[in-house]
C-alpha cells in the first residue's frame, strides 16, 4: 500500500474516486480548528501509527496474522476557520460554523463516492477527526 496522505479534491473525480482504486483499509483525516490544506499534525500522528500497526513485523511481505492487502491514508480538505475568540482574531462564530458545513458537505461527497465505488468489496473506512475535524465527523 501507499505510505503518502493525499489530499482529497471532492471537484476532482479521479482524486474522489482515488484513481478506481479500492482499499482493504482507507483511513480519511479531518484537520483541526486552523489546519486547512493539510491532514494537521494529531490526526497526521495516528495516520502514521494506524499505518506501523498494520505493516509487516515478520519480513514476509504481509501484515502479522492478517490477510490485510492494502492501506491508504488521505484528507478533506476544508476551510477549517480558527476558533473565534474575541480580541485574538477576526474569525466570527458564522464563520466557524460554516466551516464546518464545508467540512461536512466535502467529507460526505467523498464517503458516497467511496461507498458507491467499493462498497460490494467490503472496503473498510477508518475516520479520523481532531477538534473542529471530530466535529465534522460526528455530522456525518
Do not use: W
Request: net charge negative; hydrophobic share 40%.
Amino acid at each position: 500500500g501507499r505510505t503518502g496522505i493525499d489530499q482529497i479534491d471532492v471537484n476532482d473525480s479521479s482524486s474522489l474516486t482515488l484513481d478506481g482504486v479500492c482499499y482493504d483499509v482507507l483511513m480519511v483525516g479531518v484537520a483541526g480548528s486552523g489546519e486547512h490544506d493539510t491532514i494537521g499534525a494529531p490526526v497526521g500522528a495516528i495516520s502514521k501509527s494506524f499505518l506501523e500497526t498494520l505493516r509487516d513485523k515478520s519480513g514476509d511481505g504481509l501484515p502479522d496474522g492478517d490477510a490485510l492487502r492494502s492501506f491508504r491514508s488521505v484528507y478533506i480538505p476544508y476551510e477549517a476557520a480558527a476558533v473565534p475568540v474575541p480580541l485574538v482574531n477576526d474569525v466570527t462564530v458564522d464563520e466557524y460554523f460554516a466551516s464546518i458545513r464545508d467540512g461536512v458537505a466535502k467529507l460526505t461527497t467523498f464517503l458516497e463516492s467511496r461507498v458507491a465505488q467499493c462498497g460490494d468489496q467490503k472496503e473498510k473506512i477508518v475516520l479520523a477527526g481532531y477538534s473542529q475535524g471530530a466535529l465534522v465527523i460526528s455530522q456525518v
